[in-house]
């Protein structure tokens, strides 16, 4: 019901900063939940950020948490990533996520997913 398209990757220096963006289609956009997600090569898939529906509030990655932020703006139907102070270690395929529920940390939780933006990050 809802589709998901990721923007802004590339490469970007340690220490640099990056937004990556989410486009989504869908009426009920402001119902669900968005989540960022990330793989890091020979790694599961990890939680990264996540918005609430409805009260907007926001949570974090321990790995992540201080150098990220993420918000939306409903009436555009994106969901933004704001990267700070990357690290090598940031190297990953990111995925926006969606859900019609409370915010998980789970991407099983997840019923939406876009098909990932690479972010490169050199030292």
Request: proline share 2%.
């Amino acid at each position: 019901q809802v589709q998901l398209v990721e923007s802004g990757g590339g490469l970007v220096q340690a220490g640099g900063s990056l937004r990556l963006s989410c486009a989504a289609s869908g009426r009920t956009f402001s119902a669900y939940t968005m989540g960022w997600f990330r793989q890091r090569p020979g790694k599961e898939r990890e939680f990264v950020a996540a918005i609430q529906r409805g009260s907007g509030s926001t949570y974090y990655g321990d790995d992540v948490k201080g150098r990220v932020t993420i918000s939306r703006d409903n009436a555009k139907n994106t969901v933004y990533l704001q990267m700070n102070s990357v690290k090598p270690e940031d190297t990953a395929v990111y995925y926006c996520a969606a859900r019609g529920f409370v915010y998980s940390t789970d991407p099983r939780r997840y019923d939406y997913w876009g098909q990932g933006t690479q972010v490169t990050v050199s030292s």
